[in-house]
């Protein structure tokens, strides 16, 4: 059974062909565009439910996974995958041959905390489609899209018992770090409140033309104190558009900064490395497959748009406390960028 689905499922090299199938989806306006329009409604709908009800969100934005950013989720799900059939002693000759390849391009610390992953997700059971690599190598957040609780009132308009109470302690709260403590669980528990909202309102996804993905929805609760609510949709007429949508508080985006307890530098293939400027070209190059392509909503509630960053935002965004806006780099980091761009701007 287990070799015919290996035979059924079978592609010449899986990561490769995966890379390709997301990069054309990353490439893909219609879908860009739907995600697009989703960020401005979704952003719109929260402002109708709670903005008169005592609460105020962050500003909503947008994310494009970056070319090296699939790149390197692709493979770590592949080495991921490949350790699994290895262990459930499932593994070919050939895929053995494939999986050394990979090893041999991350280093013994990334390896070694990939390993542990992948046994704590089989003493779980979670196996996964090892046998159908289409499947276990499908990215859902190409583009992902993040909404935020930035204020919650003392007297909020929402019937939650349990948010209440929290409002109550932090009213009540005559030492700094508690009244902090209950402001964080306020804006988290508001993020919840709006998920479960979300995600049980069948009437509204249809509207969205949005279903959830089986599994779609989970809390993520760290020990590094990251708290968040991450949802997969997909659209119903297109389910292969799919996106990842983010709801937490304001405080959690702080926590990814860099030398906070979530630094996204901490996890593997995170890191941030700013590329070399010697070679303006490499450099350019360099930068167009390492950003990612983020946008924001502006405007009030009247006239809600969307802001799409460009190259020179795009690196400030990205690379914000990794440079010094004081030093000689960051000046000719700018420099280069501005050229590019006006370079682009005449091709036009």
Request: charge should be positive; glycine fraction near 4%.
């Amino acid at each position: 059974m287990k070799n015919r689905l290996k035979e059924q499922y079978a592609v010449s090299n899986p990561m490769i062909e995966s890379v390709n199938r997301h990069l054309g989806l990353k490439h893909n306006e219609e879908y860009i565009d739907r995600v697009d329009q989703t960020l401005l409604q979704l952003s719109a709908i929260f402002y109708d439910e709670y903005n008169d009800k005592g609460v105020r969100m962050g500003v909503p934005r947008g994310r494009e996974k970056s070319i090296k950013s699939i790149f390197t989720k692709i493979k770590i799900l592949e080495i991921k995958r490949l350790y699994k059939l290895y262990i459930e002693k499932q593994i070919t000759d050939e895929e053995i041959i494939r999986l050394k390849k990979i090893i041999n391009s991350i280093s013994m610390e990334e390896m070694l905390e990939l390993e542990i992953k992948v046994r704590e997700e089989i003493e779980k059971g979670e196996i996964g489609l090892i046998n159908n690599p289409v499947e276990y190598l499908k990215l859902k957040d190409v583009m992902a899209i993040c909404l935020t609780v930035g204020a919650v009132d003392d007297v909020v308009g929402i019937e939650d018992e349990k948010l209440n109470e929290i409002l109550q302690n932090r009213k009540s709260s005559t030492v700094r770090e508690d009244y902090k403590k209950y402001n964080e669980m306020a804006r988290k528990r508001v993020a919840k409140i709006w998920t479960d909202n979300l995600i049980n309102n069948k009437q509204l996804l249809d509207k969205l033309n949005l279903e959830l993905l089986e599994n779609g929805y989970v809390h993520r609760e760290k020990a590094n104190g990251y708290s968040a609510e991450h949802v997969k949709f997909r659209y119903k007429d297109k389910p292969e558009y799919m996106f990842e949508l983010q709801i937490k508080s304001i405080h959690q985006e702080r926590l990814s900064k860099k030398g906070a307890p979530a630094d996204h530098e901490r996890r593997l293939g995170k890191k941030r490395l700013i590329p070399d400027t010697k070679n303006k070209k490499t450099f350019i190059m360099n930068l167009l497959y390492t950003l990612p392509g983020y946008r924001a909503v502006t405007g009030d509630r009247e006239k809600l748009e969307l802001k799409k960053y460009s190259m020179l935002e795009n690196t400030i965004c990205y690379y914000d406390d990794y440079l010094d806006p004081k030093t000689e780099q960051y000046s000719e980091i700018m420099q280069i960028i501005r050229e590019e761009e006006e370079r682009a701007m005449i091709k036009i």
